[in-house]
């Protein structure tokens, strides 16, 4: 059983920063591949970022250059550090975790955050 709480949402103005942070239970976290996606109302859900196991990251082109996911594995948490924001990031944030076969499989949701951005 696999539980993500997100947090660190909030109403910030354009230019500002935010820092989410995810909290997974469980002992599989360090090999799973942990991402942030996010949904805008009338819009499908987005990755925003992912990392894997081995620390590899990836991005989506239009965050590129100002967030960054990293992850603490001795705490089980990823974090995405959110900086120059603009009002188009605003949406539900959600964590998301992916374990592979060998550690039971399956994927799992946090409920989300509201990250809203003022222009």
């Known amino acids: 059983q696999v539980q993500l709480v997100e947090s660190g949402g909030g109403l910030v103005q354009a230019g500002g920063s935010l820092r989410l942070s995810c909290a997974a239970s469980?002992?599989?976290?360090?090999?799973?591949?942990i991402g942030w996606y996010r949904q805008a109302p009338g819009k499908q859900r987005e990755l925003v970022a992912a990392v894997n196991s081995g620390g590899s990251t990836n991005y989506a082109d239009s965050v590129k250059g100002r967030f960054t996911i990293s992850r603490d594995n001795a705490k089980s948490t990823v974090s995405l550090q959110m900086n120059s924001l603009k009002p188009e990031d605003t949406a539900v944030y959600y964590c998301?975790?992916?374990?592979?076969?060998?550690?039971?499989?399956?994927?799992?949701w946090g409920q989300g955050t509201q990250v809203t951005v003022s222009s």
């Open positions: 469980g002992s599989t976290f360090s090999f799973s591949v």
């Open positions: 998301n975790l992916r374990r592979g076969p060998i550690i039971g499989g399956g994927e799992y």
